[in-house]
């Protein structure tokens, strides 16, 4: 919906830019914690999300007004996740221990991208307005959290769970 808005009205207004991006964060970061499990599904489901959130990201830098901003925040968040993929294959030689240790980063990162939406918070409050929020979103959210810890449990894979 918030991509049907931005096309529609030729603008960012009132869409949050933060949720894009951490998610697309945590779907690369999933996709690396997949690819050393060798798990198909999280593979599968982290590219194609990954895929659609950088379709998402390039759609609102497209239309945002203030692109500086926006390519900063893509810029660091692109760093930290370079220096993540590049510390677990050279820093980490046991295999078990780089994926615990992944599992922890991507676990991390979905934390995040959970609370990204709260970044408004402040200003939801002063205006005593929800218009910023995306009930589509959250909605949406909520059930693939629901979904991934039912199959974490499933695996009895803790990283997967949270």
Do not use: H
């Not at 968040?77 to 991507?106: E, K, S, T």
């Not at 995306?134 to 979904?147: G, K, M, Q």
């Amino acid at each position: 919906s918030d991509l049907r808005q931005m096309l529609a009205t030729k603008s960012v207004e009132n869409i949050q830019f933060l949720p894009f991006l951490a998610t697309d964060v945590n779907n690369l970061s999933w996709l690396g914690y997949g690819c050393l499990k060798r798990d198909r599904t999280l593979i599968a489901v982290n590219a194609v999300g990954a895929t659609l959130q950088t379709l998402y990201i390039l759609a609102y830098l497209y239309y945002s007004p203030a692109k500086r901003p926006v390519l900063l925040q893509c810029l660091v968040l692109l760093a930290v996740l370079a220096a993540g993929y590049g510390y677990f294959p050279l820093g980490i030689g046991d295999a078990r221990l780089r994926l615990a240790r992944l599992g922890l980063f991507c676990s991390a990162f979905t934390i995040g991208m959970y609370v990204s939406p709260l970044a408004d918070l402040v200003k939801i409050v002063r205006s005593r307005s929800t218009r910023c929020l995306s009930l589509p979103l959250a909605v949406t959210t909520f059930l693939a959290s629901s979904s991934w810890t039912l199959y974490g449990l499933q695996l009895r894979d803790p990283y997967i769970t949270v």
